[in-house]
């Protein structure tokens, strides 16, 4: 006995929104279900797009993520045009306007919702941008190209503690700050041991652990076992991570404006 065939229509597809690549068709319907599972990460999107709230959020749809979206209009100096944050662990923020609004939207989230943490994605991150979006704190920089493969691992990152950056941006960022004079972080003589106060201080320099082992007359196998107990001491995983945190601890001075001006 032949069976009947039965087609399935196509699903009809979402507008896609300019420059973020969608997640893949039928994404519409699984998108507005929020997961019931416990220990689901609580994600709050910010955008004056739909397109692109659609798009971030379909490439958020999956259980470990219970996502909510909010549409912002960026005001001339404003932080947004919205009546109330809601409750979120990590905020995703299109930085698609004036930086003076996105830094006046990013210090609300950090007033209204001080636990939360902070992924801003854009077209691309030029350095007068990028920079002091990363002298704010903010650990996650996202370009939309790259947003439909790492969105999901970045949120996850940012909301751990890590850092989701660029590494060309990164880089640029660390070669810059280690021309500055640095601060001791607070507390740091109490974690580290004269010992690891100086591979301490190696790192943040940037160095190798050939070059530490050079400096400090050590064997590399020696370095590279206080190198691991100064990252597990500060909680971090990476050097680049070690850096930005001895940045960050330092008190944020805006630099001087020209004479004359």
Excluded at 83 to 97: E, K, R, Y
Excluded at 196 to 209: D, I, K, T, W, Y
Excluded at 223 to 238: D, G, I, M
Aim: charged share 25%; net charge positive; glycine share 6%.
């Amino acid at each position: 006995m032949a069976r009947k065939s039965t087609k399935r229509k196509p699903a009809g597809r979402r507008p896609k929104a300019p420059r973020v690549a969608a997640a893949g068709g039928g994404k519409g319907e699984a998108a507005a279900r929020k997961p019931e599972a416990s220990g689901t990460l609580t994600v709050c999107l910010l955008s004056p797009h739909p397109f692109v709230l659609d798009n971030l959020r379909a490439l958020l749809d999956r259980p470990k993520f219970r996502v909510q979206a909010e549409h912002v209009e960026f005001l001339p100096g404003q932080g947004g045009a919205l009546p109330a944050l809601p409750a979120a662990q990590v905020f995703v923020l299109d930085a698609n306007g004036p930086l003076r609004a996105v830094v006046a939207l990013i210090s609300r989230v950090r007033n209204e919702q001080p636990g939360s943490r902070v992924v801003v994605v854009s077209e691309e991150f030029a350095e007068e941008v990028a920079f002091p979006l990363m002298r704010l704190g903010i650990r996650g920089l996202l370009r939309y190209a790259d947003a439909t493969t790492q969105l999901a691992a970045a949120v996850l990152s940012v909301n751990a503690g890590g850092y989701w950056v660029p590494r060309l941006l990164l880089s640029r960022f660390v070669f810059g700050i280690l021309d500055q004079p640095r601060l001791p972080v607070p507390g740091e003589a109490r974690k580290l041991s004269p010992r690891e106060l100086q591979v301490h201080e190696a790192l943040v320099e940037n160095l190798s652990n050939k070059e530490i082992a050079s400096r400090l007359n050590l064997s590399e196998r020696t370095v590279k076992f206080h190198v691991s107990n100064v990252l597990a001491k500060h909680r971090v995983r990476r050097r680049a991570d070690l850096i930005l945190q001895n940045y960050h601890a330092r008190p944020f001075a805006p630099p001087e404006k020209p004479s004359g001006e």
